[in-house]
Every structure is written in C-alpha cells, then in structure tokens.
C-alpha cells in the first residue's frame, strides 16, 4: 500500500531511521559494558520490544502494572514496573503476573513494602523490588543513603520479596538544554547513588540492578561505573523536545534520528498565509511544545484545538492545497503515542515510492492502572 | 458496586450534577426558543446523546466524519460535522453515512463543494451543507457576507447537495473571562451573522438552520434572534477552565455544576509536603491549565510528568496516606475525556454511600479520521 493512500491523521513510523536507532543504542550499550532495559512507555508496543530484546536489551521498563501486562501477554519475559504501585487491587494484579514473567518493582515507602510482600504471599510468587532513590527528580523516591539501605534491609527481611538494588532516574534532567549543566545534575545524581550502593554494600546488600538513565543523559550513566542497566526509551523515535538538547559540542544531539512523525491533512485554507491542518490536540501532545514541521521551511504549526492546528505560512516557499499532506514531529513522543491505536510502518518516508510496511497496534495505549 | 472499589485513575461523571445539567440546558433553549444540536465531541458518547436528545436536542455536532459513524451506529438520527471535510476517503465515508441518517456537514471552499457533490453523487444521497463563516476564530471559515453567499450559491447549485445555512462558532469567545468582553466579541460575531442572513435572503437563499454558540456564551446567541440552532457541548460537564469563565455579576458563570472527575490514588508520599498522585499527562489533559483538587482547601496539583502528578500539601488540613483518592476536576474536559476507554458514572458522588450505577464506553475514544 502506498504512503499516499494512508488517511490523515496517521501515526507514522520511518522504518528506516527506527531501525537505525535500535542499532544504534545496542551498540554503544555494548561498547559501554552496561546493559538495556529499554522503557516501554515511549512505544507501548511488545512488537517494538521485541526488537529491542533481538538485539540485545535484557528487557523492558513499564509505568503501570497495566503496561506491564500487556508486554507479558506479548512475550516479553523479564518487566521492571519503573514506578511505586499502590492499592490492593494493583498489586494483586502485580503479584499475579509475577507467575508468568520475571517481575521487578520499585518502592520508597515501609507500608508499601508489607503490602508487596501479602501480595507475593497470597500468590505465592517471589517479587524483585528495587528501592527508588531520590537523584533530584523531586518527584518519587527515598533520599539517598540511610532512608534507603532502611528500605533495602525491610526488602530482604520479608518473605517473597527480594532485594534487586537501586531505581535511580533523574527524569527531569533528560531535558536540560546544556550539556554542562546537563552533566552537573547527573553527576550529583551518580554521586548520590554510588554512595548509596557503598552503603548498601557495606550492610551486606548487593544491588544486582543500578537502573536509570533516559536519552538526553544514558552516556553519562553508562559511563559512570555505577549504573550498570539504562532505562533509555524515546531513543527509538526522538521528538522535537529532545532535539533542543545539546551535546558537547553545543549542537543538538545527533545520536538518534526522528522516526515518528503525525501525518496531517490540509481541511481549509481560509485566507491568505492560514492553513489549517486536521490534528490537534487529539493527535498530538502539547506538553514539551509544539510539533516541527518537517522539512518545509517558513512554516510553522500553533493555535492548536481539538482537532485542528493552524500552519502559518507567512514564510512558505510553497502553498499547500486541500487534501495536502505535512508530517509532523511530536514535542513529546511517549504521550503522542498514547493517543493513537497504530503504528503505520513507513519504508522509504520521504520518497516518491514510500509505502506501508507493516501495521502495529499501540497495544498499551491508555493502559492507566 | 461502591465507589471506592473502583481502582485509579478513573473517569467518574457525577449523575446527579450531569443530569441537572442535561435538565437545565434543556430548561434554557425551550425558554429562549431555540433549538439544541449538542456538540458530541464532548463525550464521544452515544449513551449520552440519547439523553440528550430524550430532552429536547434535535441532532449531535461532531468534528469528524468518524465520531458521527459511532453516533450514527448508536442510534442518533441527525448529525452535523460542524467541521470542514477534505479528502476523498472522508468525504465517501461521509455520503455512505448519509444512507443512514440525516448528515449535514461544512464547508469553506468551492473545491471542497466540488468534491462534496461528487461524493454524494457516488453514493446518491443528497448531503445538507452549512457554509462555514469565521465570526471571529481566525480558523476555519470563509468571511461573512458576500464570500458566504458565494458559496452558498455553488450549493445550491449542485445537484446531491442542499445549502441548509450557516455555521458561525466563534470558539475562542467562549473561554474569555470578563463578561463584558465576551459580550462584545458575541455582539460583533452576531452582526456579523445577522448581516449574512439577510444578504443570503436577498439573493433568495434561506438557511433553515443558523448554528453556532457554546457553553460559554450560548445564552447570549439565544437570544440574539438570529441563531436557531445552538452547538454547546461541554456544560454536561463543565471544566475547571470554564469554573474561570464570569457572569455578569462578576462570579464563575454557575448556569451548570462540575460533573466531570478523574479519581487519582496517592502512589507515594516521599518528603513532608509532597504527595505524588498516579495521573499525569495519560489521564488528564493540560491544554487549559491544571486540574483543580476538588474539595481539599490548600493543595494544588501540579507539575504532570505522564504518570505522575505531584500535590503541593503546604496548606492542607490533613495528610494523604498510599491509596488514598482525590478527586480532580479536569483543565478541559473534551481532550481528557478522549484519554479514557470508560465513564464510571457514580450515584451520591461525595456521599460515603457513594455507588457506580453505570459503565459507559467512550464509544468515539481516538476517533481521528
């Protein structure tokens, strides 16, 4: 099927410059010595991980137990739900899946180490819970040190829990611009947790698994010594939002290439320089800004509603007429994904003869328990 | 079923305030002598729209040709896709639907009426279409006057095709504050409006139906004398943008009551202060602000990552322990609504004996084509 006959808006992969960026990051986590545990919650796709075990990634991060479940029912057989899980109901669930697939979980709270270890109980399994430290996030997780070896010997203490190590993600730094400043907040982050895994170390606690690290920052992890499985997810697709982090050499990062894009179709033109486009706010995700116009130059994209997205064309090199297509790269991939129910694999995006590969469905969509 | 088994995050509709709601509204346009066209892409829901329709609503508004097929699948006999159409494929889809129901549809461009009347010949049915004037949107629509009956002309003109009237929503008004400047941007789409009717009456074109108005502003198109046919959606659930929105006297617009709630779980509680809730971006839409915290003074949400979301405790009255809910009011209710696969809808919502009473799928979720 040709490109051309796909309706808009459409969820587009570029198979080409995917697959290139799955290779990618196999390689340089090989050549760092540090494992993948690639995050699912960018693609929500078992078909995706797959791929990313195929070359090399011992498995997959989720969010939610939700997630986590639909990656078990498509083969994946080692999860790490990257997240505190709270309520009966979830962890029962949790504790179910664990009878089916290598099952991981994080934990910052006492109470909810007594509610792990009833749920392993009850379903007779045996949980791996790591302990999240607190790395500058702000956001989950025990201070480093002390608070933590606290949580890690209340781990080890219980029956049907085991002690996995340490869930150490500064999220918030992926994002950072510079890569000086960039670099400073991880190094704090991978001081704090080589402190905590010495502490650990020191009470007789090994940490199997020192976890974090995202897109913007994995070399940094990977070449720290201490972390030893990268949790990097969006590398897959990249957005317009990690393209305005730089590297070293202050421009953007190059690593990655775009590889999602939101098709959009031209549903009125009104007046003179005002295009408006037929994805909006139910197509895209606004919250790290809005989408690139890919390769029309002068163009850019605003005003979005519902279902519409206004192109100022004030400096376009061309008109664009009705039924008219541009391809738009997301600001923010994980939560664009979310709103859409399949993957159209592209081969050859960009080209005359471009045309559809495969269908995926986005099997986790909307998985919010 | 109580409420309280029901696991976060959840999409509850408070039946007691969404039916006063539905009774209201219905109160309202009997008064003023107008007709209702509920605008579906609020719910997505043809449970509702039944409802709404048992109460008086002559018909949906939709945005896409998909939502009408799911409102045309669940019962509804007369829908509008108050949106411009382009594309082939679309524009066949919407003539087969039109075997089924009475479809109207918009439009601002000659091409596009060409296309219209050739996809309604290709399916022989005769499509009703409303020409589309921009009152004040600057986004889709042609200018008032002249460029409108120019159009209208080329309806009528073409076989398969029924010129039917206006569509002049003036979306942007609907979310200003201050009464007064509200008034005045309605007042100004209103001459507007007023000024095409009669220039399409001169040249002996009537328009059956004269569309427009939303819940922000819906009272004072009512009673303009020109509007017949009002669009307004979101005062079945009213949002925490539209809680901003003033009246005359000064005070949040109360014409309808917040019916509309994600129900989030506490998942960690890591410093003094800071609680962390298990709905981010995946659950909730940010497009018009943060969600308010319903009925806890002194705490706020804020800083949404796509699971997470944090609530600055500093002022409240209480702690929240793990697995304690909150109820938030979403920022803007159509695109949250779209997040979600169901509607919990809860009987005494606020009373300890609180009950789910009804399930209801968001049957037009991801409806995008």
Redesign the interface.
């Known amino acids: 099927m040709p490109l051309s006959e796909v309706?808009?808006?459409a969820l587009l992969i570029d198979l080409d410059a995917f697959e290139r960026n799955l290779t990618r990051m196999a390689d340089l986590v090989r050549a760092a010595g540090v494992r993948l545990r690639a995050h699912a919650?960018t693609h929500k796709s078992p078909d995706i991980a797959r791929k990313q075990l195929a070359l090399g990634a011992v498995g997959v991060c989720c969010?939610?137990v939700s997630e986590a479940e639909v990656m078990v029912a498509g083969g994946i057989g080692d999860v790490l739900v990257s997240?505190?899980?709270?309520?009966?109901?979830?962890l029962e669930r949790l504790a179910a899946l664990a009878r089916q697939a290598r099952l991981l979980v994080c934990t910052?709270?006492l109470?909810?180490i007594d509610?792990l270890a009833a749920a392993a109980a009850r379903f007779a399994v045996r949980l791996e819970v790591l302990v999240e430290i607190?790395v500058g996030g702000?956001?989950?997780?025990?201070l480093p040190g002390a608070a933590a070896v606290d949580l890690a010997r209340a781990i080890a203490a219980r029956p049907g829990l085991r002690f996995a190590g340490l869930q150490a993600y500064h999220?918030r730094a992926q994002h950072i611009r510079g890569h000086g400043e960039r670099k400073a907040e991880i190094d704090k982050a991978i001081a704090a947790t080589r402190a905590t895994v010495a502490a650990l170390n020191a009470v007789g606690l090994a940490c199997d698994i020192v976890g974090g690290a995202g897109t913007g920052s994995f070399e940094m992890e990977a070449a720290s010594g201490v972390y030893n499985e990268l949790q990097a997810g969006s590398y897959v697709f990249m957005d317009a939002d990690y393209a305005r982090v730089l590297a070293a050499d202050g421009a953007p990062i190059s690593t990655f290439e775009h590889a999602l894009f939101v098709r959009a179709?031209?549903?009125?033109?009104?007046?003179e320089g005002?295009v408006?486009l037929?994805?909006g706010?139910?197509?895209l995700?606004?919250?790290s800004g809005m989408p690139a116009v890919h390769g029309l130059a002068g163009v850019s994209y605003g005003?979005?509603?519902?279902?519409?997205g206004?192109l100022d064309m004030a400096g376009a090199n061309a008109p664009l007429g009705?039924?008219d297509t541009v391809l738009l790269i997301p600001g923010h991939c994980?939560?664009t994904v979310?709103?859409?129910?399949w993957f159209v694999g592209v081969r050859g995006l960009g080209r005359a003869e471009a045309f559809v590969e495969c269908v995926w469905p986005v099997s986790a969509r909307?998985a919010?328990?």
Chains 1, 2 share one sequence.
């Not at 997240?83 to 979830?90: F, L």
């Not at 179709?265 to 007046?271: F, I, Y």
């Open positions: 309706d808009t808006p919650k969010q939610k997240n505190e899980v709270a309520g009966p109901r979830k910052d709270d109470t909810n509610a607190d702000n956001r989950c997780g025990v999220g179709g031209v549903m009125s033109r009104p007046a005002r408006v037929d994805a706010l139910k197509a995700a606004f919250d005003r979005p509603s519902d279902e519409h206004v009705l039924g994980d939560p979310n709103l859409h129910d909307g919010l328990f």
